[in-house]
């Protein structure tokens, strides 16, 4: 009896030699046994692979009855692998990082000002001002100053920078964000990267 | 005469629910209050915060209506400044949130590590850009 579960995501080396250990999680009662199921190589990865390779639970059942025939597989989990294969890693230069840093720091600046512009914010506050104390101001300051440093700072609130010591596990938005991305992106490449999992009519 | 009050108070009541609830389906879908929550770890007060922002919006509708003044310390508008800083910044920063801008910029650029440093450029920009707008842009 052997079980298996395979792992969601692997990463391995251009060229590398995939075998059933590295993708898959497995169980079974004889030591000797496992250690030869681990070994069994079931994909090389090749130039034309580009980075993502879907390993699935079928190629790797079938590897382990061409192995033996009378083992008695049960699958748990995920019935695919995503193989990334990680090339070597981009040289990220720090002019390039300042650039999108710039771009970013200038738009939003813009952005800021020509919503204030959008919404007449200078006459709510010129407004505000008069309302609070019944003088007139045409720059209000002492307003819009501690306006500016609240902007900045609700922002970094709502992404829970601010606090780098999380007080509970929760993840912040922006990690949620990220994962669902990332599982958007997953579900994808599992369907258009395995030749098996869509079969088209005009294919055959 | 009768028929005319009526139909300006229908018409007034109208145009206010319209308004309201937009105002409701915005703060709604950006979910800034949940993430205060969050943040706070105080759930049971939701009502509270409905309250607030319901009183909040009464208040600003009526005082800016009816040309109140309230003759109190201009010192008073710094915390109030503030606060309506963190709450517009709260809400840009929901707003890009639902553009999915980070996670599409994160994997592009394929930099996970380093977003938190992006994410400050877009803070210091907002305060930048609204500094310079107040103290200097206004004036030119």
Known sequence: MVFIRLRNRVQVHPNADVCIGDVAQMIVNDAELIENLKKIMIYKIKASDKNIVIIDVMKVVKAILDFDSSLDIQTIGPTQTIVEVVYKKRNFTSLYFALVWLLLFIGSALAIMNFHEDVSMQQVHQRLYTIITGEKNDKPLLFQIPYSIGLGLGMILFFNHLFRKRINEEPSPLEVEMFNYQQAIDQYVILHENKESIRRVHDD | ?140
């Open chain 2, 1 to 140: 005469m009768t028929i005319d009050v009526i139909l300006i108070i229908m018409i007034g009541l109208a145009g206010g629910l319209a308004v309201g609830s937009g105002f409701v389906a915005f703060i709604v879908v950006l979910g800034v209050i949940p993430r205060l929550t969050q943040l706070t770890k105080t759930m049971k007060s939701i009502h509270a915060y409905e309250l607030a922002v319901v009183a909040g919006a009464l208040t600003g509708g009526w005082v800016s209506l009816r040309n109140t003044a309230l003759y109190l310390s201009k010192y008073l508008l710094i915390p109030m400044g503030l606060f309506s800083g963190v709450f517009i910044g709260m809400l840009a920063a929901a707003l890009t949130e639902v553009l999915n801008v980070w996670p599409i910029l994160a994997k592009r650029i394929g930099i996970e590590e380093k977003i938190v440093i992006l994410l400050m450029a877009i803070a210091f920009g907002k305060v930048f850009g609204s500094l310079f707008h107040w103290v200097y842009f206004v004036d030119h």
